[in-house]
């Protein structure tokens, strides 16, 4: 089977939110009309911890937001990515660095290098998915 067959990625997708608690959410905005707020706002009110990244701001979605993932003062575990393509294999060494074991490209989101990257260093990779319509389509809630 493909890594990149789609019932591959649907295991996947339910073994990541299953067993993450925490989203370390790359590229988050504090403007609620875009959907690098709404899904993290999402998650959080389904009971998932957010972590927002981004460099210009200082909280989003009620949580401390890092500059980096360098800056997060404690272990990354599933990184939740909102930038462009292009920028996936910077952010996809930046997750590997921090330690992340897991890196999700939201819908719309394609890298082969990231997913190079993310591969290799043995992580859990999902890419052009949606964390709130992958949620809803399994029911999964953090325990």
Same mark, same amino acid.
């Given at each position: 089977?493909?890594?990149?067959?789609?019932?591959?990625?649907?295991?996947?997708?339910?073994?990541?939110?299953?067993?993450?608690?925490?989203?370390?959410?790359?590229?988050?905005?504090?403007?609620?009309?875009?959907?690098?707020?709404?899904?993290?706002?999402?998650?959080?009110?389904?009971?998932?911890?957010?972590?927002?990244?981004?460099?210009?701001?200082?909280?989003?979605?009620?949580?401390?937001?890092?500059?980096?993932? /360098?800056?997060?003062?404690?272990?990354?575990?599933?990184?939740?990515?909102?930038?462009?393509?292009?920028?996936?294999?910077?952010? /996809?060494?930046?997750?590997?660095?921090?330690?992340?074991?897991?890196?999700?490209?939201?819908?719309?989101?394609?890298?082969?290098?990231?997913?190079?990257?993310?591969?290799? /260093?043995?992580?859990?990779?999902?890419?052009?998915?949606?964390?709130?319509?992958?949620?809803?389509?399994?029911?999964?809630?953090?325990?």
């Amino acid at each position: 089977m493909s890594s990149r067959d789609p019932r591959t990625t649907d295991e996947i997708v339910e073994k990541i939110l299953s067993t993450y608690d925490t989203i370390t959410v790359v590229g988050a905005s504090a403007n609620p009309a875009k959907p690098a707020n709404e899904v993290p706002a999402h998650m959080k009110h389904l009971g998932w911890r957010i972590i927002p990244v981004n460099p210009t701001a200082d909280e989003i979605v009620g949580e401390k937001a890092y500059r980096s993932l /360098a800056d997060i003062p404690e272990q990354v575990g599933l990184v939740d990515v909102f930038r462009p393509g292009p920028e996936c294999a910077e952010v /996809a060494r930046a997750a590997v660095a921090a330690g992340a074991t897991a890196l999700w490209l939201q819908l719309g989101i394609t890298s082969p290098e990231a997913r190079r990257i993310a591969e290799d /260093a043995g992580l859990l990779y999902v890419e052009d998915r949606c964390l709130i319509i992958e949620q809803r389509r399994t029911g999964i809630v953090p325990a």
